[in-house]
C-alpha cells in the first residue's frame, strides 16, 4: 500500500471512530417503560402450534428533589429533619393475546388481556423530630425549659390509577 493510501485509510478511520465514540457519549434519551418481549417463536414451529403473544413493559423509576427542612418559630430543629423523597414510575404493564380455537371447524379467534403500565407516584416516609428543650426564655434568665420531646414519622404515599382491558374477538 502507498503511503498516501494509508494515510487516507487511517484518517477514514480516525473518522469513524471519533463520530462513534460521539454517539456513545451522547445523552440518553429517558425512557418512561422498558418493553420487554416474550420470545415464544420457537415454541411454536417446534410443536407447530399456535402460541400466546406476550409482551411487557417494565417502568423506569426516577427520582424527584426532596422537599427540605422548614424552620418553624419555637422548635430547635427543622421540621422535616429528614425529608420524603418523591419517586415518580409506573407499575409494570402487560399485552396477551392468545389463540381460542373453534371446537368446531377450522380458524381461531382470539383471548387478548391488556393492561398498560401506569403511573405511580410516591413519596418515602419521613421524620420530623423535636428536641426536649424550649428555645432560650427571657423570663428564666435565658435558660431554656424542659419540654415533652417530639418525634413524627411522615407515612407514605403511593397514588396511582391501574386500569386493564378484556377483549375476545376473530383472528388469531
Do not use: C, W
Not at 58 to 84: I, K, N, T, W
Not at 140 to 156: D, H, I, R, S
Amino acid at each position: 500500500m502507498k503511503p498516501t493510501t494509508r494515510g487516507t485509510l487511517a484518517a477514514v478511520l480516525t473518522g469513524v471512530a471519533a463520530a462513534v465514540g460521539a454517539a456513545a457519549a451522547a445523552p440518553a434519551v429517558a425512557a418512561e417503560t422498558v418493553p420487554v418481549p416474550v420470545p415464544l417463536d420457537g415454541v411454536e414451529r417446534a410443536l407447530n402450534l399456535q402460541t400466546p403473544k406476550i409482551t411487557g413493559q417494565l417502568p423506569v423509576p426516577m427520582p424527584g428533589s426532596p422537599d427540605g427542612p422548614r424552620y418553624v418559630e419555637g422548635r430547635l430543629l427543622p421540621d422535616r429533619a429528614l425529608p420524603q423523597l418523591p419517586v415518580s414510575a409506573g407499575l409494570p404493564g402487560a399485552d396477551v393475546r392468545t389463540p381460542l380455537p373453534h371446537v368446531l371447524g377450522d380458524g381461531f379467534d382470539h383471548l387478548g388481556v391488556g393492561a398498560p403500565a401506569a403511573d405511580l407516584h410516591t413519596l418515602t416516609p419521613g421524620l420530623s423530630v423535636d428536641t426536649p428543650l424550649t428555645p432560650p426564655n427571657p423570663d428564666n434568665f435565658g435558660l431554656p425549659e424542659p419540654k415533652l420531646p417530639q418525634v413524627a414519622v411522615l407515612t407514605p404515599l403511593l397514588q396511582t390509577v391501574p386500569g386493564a382491558n378484556v377483549v375476545m374477538g376473530a383472528g388469531a
